[in-house]
């Protein structure tokens, strides 16, 4: 199992899960997987045995539903245990061809890469349009969460454009949309959550850091689609 230090120092929750978390997860990719291209799933990352040493779950075995009742015999729901899912990290959307979206983009880059103390690096990317996206998502990235900061105007409807295939092909993706008092009044995707970031209030990127945190780890089951 994972220890209380690595749980306590993991904000994001990524590499880990508590059995109650587990149970979740499982229930809820049954449902997200039959309406996705992408399947979801959760895997072990360790042997786990039972209190006469018999496994449950192996090393690289995925959990399902079966398994987590047989967990839950000899576990509390906050116990933790060290698992791997396909569909982790944060990539950032924002177009750095202008003046405006260097800064803004920069500035996301850096307020994110330092959720953890730098801890997530590995697990945060940044492309310039959802039209980029939209071609390594047919590859292998799978991010849980998209951060959407500065959109061109003159790229708008092309990015619309693409912004919904993305979604049809995957509405459980988390999305926030950023905006910002000095380059970015006005949100540009509906049905989204946006966070205003004030050039002038220094708090509101800790509030931005505070968001980002809870949309990444609230429960599958209370996505909405």
């Known amino acids: 199992m994972a220890t209380p230090g690595e749980s306590q120092s993991n904000v994001l929750k990524i590499g880990i899960s508590t059995l109650s978390e587990l149970e979740e997860k499982v229930k809820a990719f049954r449902t997200i997987n039959l309406n996705v291209k992408k399947r979801r ?71 994110v890469m330092n959720i953890g103390g730098g801890a997530y690096e590995a697990f945060i990317d940044r492309v310039d349009s959802f039209r980029e996206l939209s071609g390594l998502l047919q590859k292998a990235l799978f991010p849980k969460l998209m951060i959407v900061g500065y959109i061109t ?59 980002i945190v809870q949309e990444y780890t609230k429960p599958y089951s209370m996505e909405e689609r």
């Open 41 to 111: 799933f959760i895997l072990s990352r360790e042997e786990i045995r039972d209190s006469s040493g018999t496994p449950i779950v192996k090393k690289g075995e995925e959990f399902d539903v079966s398994k987590v009742m047989l967990l839950k015999r000899g576990h509390k729901a906050d116990d933790t245990f060290k698992t791997f899912q396909p569909d982790e990290g944060i990539v950032i959307i924002s177009d750095m061809s202008t003046p405006a979206g260097i800064q803004l983009s920069m500035d996301l880059v850096t307020q």
């Open 153 to 211: 105007p003159e790229k708008v409807q092309e990015e619309a454009a693409f912004y919904n295939v993305i979604r049809r092909a995957d509405p459980y993706l988390r999305i926030l949309e950023v905006l910002h008092t000095g380059v970015k009044q006005r949100g540009l995707l509906a049905k989204v959550n946006h966070i205003s970031i004030h050039a002038e209030d220094k708090e509101s990127w800790k509030r931005f850091i505070v968001e």
